[in-house]
């Protein structure tokens, strides 16, 4: 027997997305190294729970980075977490804190211009 349910109660609410800022600042990292031949592929993916940008260094491969954002205040070591393969690197309370931490861990110049 089939179940009638409203379209409201299924629509998306409360999902997780990254600004245009935010989108700004992962995609410059990411020309960046696709530059420089490291990475090659990228994907973004947006959930009820969170927001991640993973970047690949083969398309069939696993997320070699992601960064996740979370529901502000939902997490108590910050609304971002830079992630390699399965374990956290950094967490944060601003983009630009987890990037930093990548960029070192990238070896890149200390620069980001006008966006940090």
Do not use: C
């Not at 994907?43 to 070699?64: C, K, N, Q, T, Y």
């Not at 980075?65 to 690197?89: E, F, M, Q």
């Amino acid at each position: 027997m089939a179940t009638v349910s409203r379209l409201t109660d299924h629509r998306k609410r409360g999902r997780i997305f990254f600004s245009r800022r935010e989108l700004d600042q992962l995609l410059q990292l990411y020309s960046r190294q696709v530059a420089r031949g490291e990475w090659r592929d990228y994907a973004i993916d947006h959930g009820d729970e969170l927001a991640a940008f993973s970047v690949f260094r083969h398309s069939a491969d696993s997320p070699l980075y992601t960064i996740v954002k979370t529901a502000p205040g939902s997490s108590r070591n910050g609304d971002y977490a830079l992630l390699h393969r399965r374990s956290r690197l950094a967490s944060g309370h601003a983009l630009v804190d987890v990037l930093a931490r990548l960029q070192r861990k990238l070896g890149l110049a200390a620069s980001w211009g006008a966006y940090f």
